[in-house]
């Protein structure tokens, strides 16, 4: 481990040639935080760069694979060496006073989102406030990588110097998709859909939103559950996939999970029960399979949308939830049991005694029950 972390020192100071003192000091920052920290981010982010390195120290051992992100990453440290406001944050963050901690975790949240960047742009350039000056932005401040704080950024917004918010929705995300061969292991895949740099914003995120950017894909990071501020996370509309990482339901202050028309898939941990802030849990239009759990506990409940899952049909108490109704829970929406539909009205509807919960506020015909186009409309 320390060896690797060596490795990774100098690469950063070879990046760093061009500013070369900070380059220095950015490094044993790095180096400092990853050894010296209690929270497990740092463990991953330590774990990462081990296995990142293992190429050079084990010489011929094959397990050893090109990391995904060493081309995002290299690209963010280049452009870290010459930033401005990095350069002036790491000046900052070698006084030893009381503020320099702070000033460390702002200079790593700036290089996560630089990494953040670059791995999210690897087909084409994002439709909205990219680097590049020729897409729409509303102030070149607002650019990312703009030498403006980086809290200024489309996108991101934060308390205290430090990232809050990272709302990246409809951008034209695209990262690396495993090649066709690939897709035979339907069920497991192995990439994040972001960077483990992406957990040094874990100490103080609330909010992340990657929603509707079709060429994101990639799993939900095992890491989520080191976000514990984090409220809501909301990546419907992506090519995202893989299993709900147990992690999550650690994160007790989440309100929100809004992960409908993806392609995640598993089981519905009985540990979705520990979320008793949750409010909204939109998983439709997924590959979800088995029991739902009984979620009779989590009293908050707004909304729920199992509907275009494999869900097993709902027991005759609907996992808790019809008592709920009386409630603050307002939609409860499934698949319908196999019936007709009719119209009422313009609104597709199924006949009386079909909805597959007594309680459900509506049904969904499941895939090739009836023409989708038609229902498609007003879902
Ligand atoms: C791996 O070793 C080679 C040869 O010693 C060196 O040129 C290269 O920079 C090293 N790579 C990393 C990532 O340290
Ligand atoms: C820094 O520490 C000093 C002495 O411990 C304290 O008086 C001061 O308020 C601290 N400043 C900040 C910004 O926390
Ligand atoms: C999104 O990016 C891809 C390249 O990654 C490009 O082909 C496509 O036109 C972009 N779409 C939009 C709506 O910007
Ligand atoms: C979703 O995953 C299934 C296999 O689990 C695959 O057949 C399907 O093509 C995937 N859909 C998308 C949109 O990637
Ligand atoms: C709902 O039904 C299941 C299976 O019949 C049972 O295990 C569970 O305790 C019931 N929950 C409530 C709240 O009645």
């Known amino acids: 481990m320390k060896r690797a972390l060596h490795l990774f020192a100098l690469m950063l100071c070879q990046q760093m040639s061009s500013a070369q003192d900070s380059g220095v000091q950015l490094a044993q920052q790095l180096i400092n935080h990853v050894q010296s920290s209690e929270l497990s981010s740092w463990k ?33 440290l280049q452009w870290l060496s010459t930033d401005e406001y990095a350069i002036t944050l790491s000046n900052d963050a070698n006084n030893n006073n009381n503020e320099s901690d702070k000033k460390q975790l702002q200079l790593l949240q700036r290089y996560a989102l630089a990494t953040i960047y670059y791995s999210t742009s690897q087909n084409g350039k994002w439709n909205t406030c990219d680097p590049d000056t020729s897409t729409p932005c509303e102030s070149d401040n607002h650019r990312f990588l703009s030498s403006s704080n980086h809290l200024s950024w489309e996108g991101i917004n934060g308390k205290n110097g430090l990232v809050i918010w990272l709302d990246l929705n409809t951008r034209n995300l695209s990262n690396h998709c495993p090649s066709s061969h690939d897709s035979h292991t339907q069920t497991t895949v192995h990439y994040d859909a972001l960077p483990p740099e992406m957990a040094l914003l874990s100490p103080s995120l609330e909010l992340l939103w990657l929603h509707s950017n079709p060429l994101l894909c990639g799993r939900i990071p095992s890491y989520i559950g080191e976000f514990s501020n984090l409220q809501t ?52 239009e997924n590959e ?52 007709s539909l009719v119209k009422e009205g313009d609104e597709w ?14 049904c969904f015909p499941r895939d090739g029950t009836v023409d989708n186009s038609a229902v498609a409309v007003d879902s």
Not at 318 to 339: A, F, I
Not at 349 to 362: D, F, I, L, P, Y
């Open 44 to 76: 991953h982010l330590a774990d990462f760069l081990s296995a990142a390195f293992d190429e050079n120290s084990s010489g011929s051992d094959s397990s050893a694979t090109e990391d995904q992100y060493s081309s995002a990453r290299r690209k963010a």
């Open 233 to 284: 996370i909301s990546v419907y509309s992506t090519k995202m996939s893989g299993s709900i990482p147990n992690s999550l339901y650690n994160i007790e202050k989440l309100t929100s999970i809004r992960l409908y028309r993806c392609n995640f898939s598993g089981l519905i941990s009985d540990d979705m029960k520990k979320l008793t802030n949750l409010k909204w849990l939109w998983i439709h």
């Open 288 to 339: 979800f399979t088995g029991v739902l759990p009984d979620l009779g506990e989590l009293t908050l409940l707004e909304g729920i949308t199992l509907h275009g899952n494999g869900f097993a049909k709902l027991e005759s108490n609907s996992s808790g939830l019809c008592p709920l109704l009386k409630g603050s829970l307002k939609y409860l929406w499934v698949d319908c049991e196999d019936g």
């Open 349 to 362: 509807a199924v006949v009386e005694g079909k909805t597959s919960c007594e309680c459900c506020t509506r």
